[in-house]
């Protein structure tokens, strides 16, 4: 079993950084890819970007390229918003893979963060 406890999330005004982390618990040792997700209101969850465990690739969604980066330090995964816009309002979460599979896929999570708030005012 895998526990993620996301935190970070707050108001910030438009063009202003946020960092999220997420923080793995449980079976790390074994860890598969990590992603993040967003889902605002009213909308679908979307993928935003991944990160492998092991070897550190990275795959990011097109809206957040260039402004969004992704990163691991030890059993924390963090998500730096720089540059943020309205429309990157949302809840954010984090979630862990239980096997291998690429990056760009995004339907294979099994283990999910409880999500933090990010309000981007304009």
């Known amino acids: 079993q895998v526990q993620l406890v996301e935190s970070g999330g707050g108001l910030v005004q438009a063009g202003g950084s946020l960092r999220l982390s997420c923080a793995a618990s449980?079976?790390?040792?074994?860890?598969?890819?990590m992603g993040w997700f967003r889902q605002a209101p009213g909308k679908e969850r979307e993928f935003v970007g991944a990160?492998?465990?092991?070897?550190?690739n990275i795959y990011y969604a097109d809206s957040v390229k260039g402004r969004f980066t992704i990163f691991r330090v030890q059993n924390t995964v963090y998500l730096q918003m720089n540059i943020l816009k309205s429309e990157d309002t949302a809840v954010y979460y984090c979630a862990a893979k239980a096997r291998n599979s690429a990056l760009a896929t995004t339907d294979d999570y099994v283990y999910w963060g409880q999500g933090t708030q990010v309000t981007v005012s304009s």
């Open positions: 990160i492998s465990w092991s070897f550190g």
């Open positions: 449980g079976r790390t040792f074994s860890m598969y890819p």
